[in-house]
């Protein structure tokens, strides 16, 4: 796969215009890449952005801690697939996973599963918070009930992704699910470390620096 189609072009925050969703949204165009993933208020607009594109709206639900109520959670995703959302990316409740309440957790991923209608689920399980135990088990979770992608951090947590710990998750879920590394995925260089480890799929606000970056590369090789 192409550098660029793993890429899910990221804009998230509590202020966040309008210039910039566009902005985000022309980029996303011109580099072709998987996604955008925005917030839920601008997942209409940015559906209707790019209807005559491949490029896919993902949005984020229980966002970014994880301690809305399940049945939040499962609204929130249904609301989002009514205003034209491809992906869902979903925070869990992280103290329920640290009080070994594995029933809480499978199931609000199964009720956000049940409102995608298929579309694709990534679960954040914010590995910032977690031992390596956790993150091995928390992914299993996620296999369990049904999300197709486990992924690492929202990005407003105390650190992102790590390449120990996407490989720790991808050796969990194996051909099962997919991984997504973002938060602090911020240079080439980091995302081809991430994609080495095992994720197929990166979030990041810097996906134009990364593709540069590696045109750049590609330029340099062929020219010798």
Not at 36 to 64: E, Q, S
Not at 87 to 108: G, P, R
């Amino acid at each position: 796969m192409e550098l660029n189609k793993t890429i899910d072009h990221t804009k998230l925050g509590a202020n966040i215009e309008k210039s910039q969703i566009d902005q985000l949204i022309e980029e996303a165009k011109t580099y072709d890449f998987k996604s955008v993933c925005v917030n839920p208020i601008w997942v209409k607009y940015a559906k209707h952005k790019l209807k005559k594109t491949d490029v896919l709206v993902c949005t984020v639900i229980g966002f970014p801690h994880g301690t809305h109520q399940a049945d939040v959670k499962s609204y929130e995703a249904k609301r989002a697939i009514l205003d034209g959302a491809d992906e869902l990316d979903m925070v869990i409740n992280v103290n329920a996973l640290k009080s070994k309440d594995y029933h809480t957790i499978i199931e609000e991923i199964k009720g956000v599963v049940e409102q995608a209608q298929g579309k694709t689920v990534k679960v954040i399980i914010e590995t910032c918070y977690l031992s390596n135990e956790q993150i091995a088990k928390v992914s299993e979770l996620v296999v369990q009930a049904g999300a197709q992608f486990v992924k690492t951090s929202t990005g407003f947590g105390t650190h992102g992704a790590t390449v120990e710990h996407v490989k720790l998750m991808k050796e969990t879920v194996k051909d099962k699910a997919e991984v997504k590394a973002s938060g602090g995925v911020r240079t080439y260089e980091d995302a081809i470390k991430m994609i080495e480890a095992g994720a197929t799929r990166i979030g990041t606000s810097n996906g134009v620096d990364i593709v540069n970056k590696r045109r750049k590369e590609n330029d340099s090789n062929t020219s010798y």
